[in-house]
């Protein structure tokens, strides 16, 4: 089983910055992918971003605002979220993808972190 803890979380003001972090633990052999979503009040899930090995893809609406990265070692991903705008208002979770050390695949979630744009 493999569990994901998010932190980072906040309220902040329009144009303000946050970094958000995803550890994951647990019977781990490998890692492919690492991503965030986001659900915003009265909206479904959505990608923000994701961290393939090698590579990153975001969501058209956060493009040049937030970066996401991974720190293999530690089995966890970032996600620097700058110039927040009110419409960034939501649940953050953090996914996680890869193998267990029983050879399964596995897919785990985040319980999520509130992130809150305002003035």
């Known amino acids: 089983q493999v569990q994901l803890v998010e932190s980072g979380g906040g309220l902040v003001q329009p144009g303000g910055s946050l970094r958000l972090s995803c550890v994951a633990s647990g019977s781990i052999f490998s890692i492919n992918v690492m991503g965030w979503y986001r659900q915003g009040p009265g909206k479904q899930r959505e990608l923000v971003a994701i961290i393939p090995s090698g590579a990153t893809a975001y969501a058209d609406a956060v493009k040049g605002r937030f970066i996401i990265s991974r720190e293999n070692a530690k089995n966890t991903v970032y996600l620097q979220m700058n110039s927040l705008k009110p419409e960034d208002t939501a649940v953050y979770y953090c996914?996680?993808?890869?193998?267990?050390?029983?050879?399964?695949?596995?897919?785990?979630w985040g319980q999520g972190t509130q992130v809150a744009v305002s003035s």
């Open positions: 996914n996680v993808q890869g193998i267990t050390g029983l050879r399964t695949s596995f897919s785990s």
